[in-house]
Antibody
């Protein structure tokens, strides 16, 4: 069964750092394009970042220079390193597999709250 | 960036009614448009890919159409379990973007 499980969310002060993890099962992370998508409380979906199977990475302007997407092939896990966090980064963060660029599998999400 | 505008923002519908949600792109995106359903406190679920391609396991009452800048998600004979938010998403060019969402409520 194809499955994604996020972890690492929590309460963090503005300016702090957090690393999210997304453990995959049933498929190989490095063979797929993997994305992070976030959803602020009561709001819509916002794409954050993608890492292509070839290793290229791209970011939304709102997180560029602060967030870093990566993967560990041996652990079959996707990561999102988030630095210089701001209140507006508060959201549920989902990892999602992109198959032909449609997001066909999503994790359950992990909540990040940036507040003092 | 490509802006996706959905209409309506909210729709209250009687069971068995037909629901139509539109998504308009700020520039042509071919057929690189996908639809998702998100029920309360759940993760999004892919309903339709590339404007009109069906997804295994998704009920046949869900269908999509359109190309270029104008797209439509149709729910034929709405069921109570279809109460959810629906989002369109473009993968024509980075950054990928989503519509603002359409909330469907069951009367």
């Amino acid at each position: 069964e194809v499955q994604l499980v996020e972890s690492g969310g929590g309460l963090i002060q503005p300016g702090g750092s957090l690393r999210l993890s997304c453990a995959a099962s049933g498929f190989t992370v490095s063979d797929n394009n993997m994305n992070w998508v976030r959803q602020a409380p009561g709001k819509g979906l916002e794409w954050v970042s993608v890492i292509y199977s070839g290793g290229n990475t791209y970011y939304a302007d709102s997180v560029k220079g602060r967030f870093t997407i990566s993967r560990d092939n041996s652990e079959n896990t996707l990561y999102l390193q988030m630095n210089s966090l701001r209140a507006e980064d508060t959201a549920v963060y989902y990892c999602a597999r992109g198959v032909s660029r449609a997001f066909d599998c999503w994790g359950q999400g992990t909540l990040v709250t940036v507040s003092s | 960036d490509i802006v996706l505008t959905q209409s309506p923002d909210f729709q209250s519908v009687t069971p068995k009614e037909k629901v139509t949600i539109t998504c308009r792109a700020s520039q042509s995106i071919g057929s690189s448009l996908h639809w998702y359903q998100q029920k309360p406190d759940q993760s999004p679920r892919l309903l339709i890919k590339y404007a009109s391609q069906s997804i295994s396991g998704v009920p046949s009452r869900f269908s999509g159409s359109g190309s270029g800048t104008d797209f439509t998600l149709t729910i034929n004979s709405l069921e109570a379990e279809d109460a959810a938010a629906y989002y369109c998403h473009q993968s024509s060019s980075l950054p990928w973007t989503f519509g603002q969402g359409t909330k469907v409520e069951i009367k």
